[in-house]
């Protein structure tokens, strides 16, 4: 699967996204601009339990912020570019 999974030396296989599969959902959840609350609904968790995946998310990936870990997501394929942002990403190249 596309940005999931890198080869390395040897012909072994890492995965490039360090999070879990709830991380990826709540990842999925934040990029549609839901808040915590949101997402604890959607998911049918607690807000705690949002919050928390949320800040495990921007440690595991170093991110300053939300909109930073969107951004690498998007940039690394853990999460596809919205249809709307196509050639978006150019602007920093």
């Given at each position: 699967m596309p940005g999931r999974r890198a080869d390395l030396e040897g012909g072994q296989q890492r995965s490039t996204a360090p999070l879990s599969?709830?991380?990826?959902?709540?990842l999925g959840c934040l990029a549609q601009g839901l808040s915590d609350k949101q997402v604890a609904r959607a998911l049918a968790i607690s807000d705690q339990t949002a919050r928390t995946h949320r800040r495990n998310m921007l440690s595991k990936t170093a991110s300053a912020n939300v909109c930073a870990l969107l951004y690498l997501a998007f940039t690394q394929g853990w999460l596809p570019w919205p249809v709307s942002a196509q050639g978006m990403h150019r602007c920093t190249e």
């Amino acid at each position: 699967m596309p940005g999931r999974r890198a080869d390395l030396e040897g012909g072994q296989q890492r995965s490039t996204a360090p999070l879990s599969a709830r991380e990826r959902q709540v990842l999925g959840c934040l990029a549609q601009g839901l808040s915590d609350k949101q997402v604890a609904r959607a998911l049918a968790i607690s807000d705690q339990t949002a919050r928390t995946h949320r800040r495990n998310m921007l440690s595991k990936t170093a991110s300053a912020n939300v909109c930073a870990l969107l951004y690498l997501a998007f940039t690394q394929g853990w999460l596809p570019w919205p249809v709307s942002a196509q050639g978006m990403h150019r602007c920093t190249e």
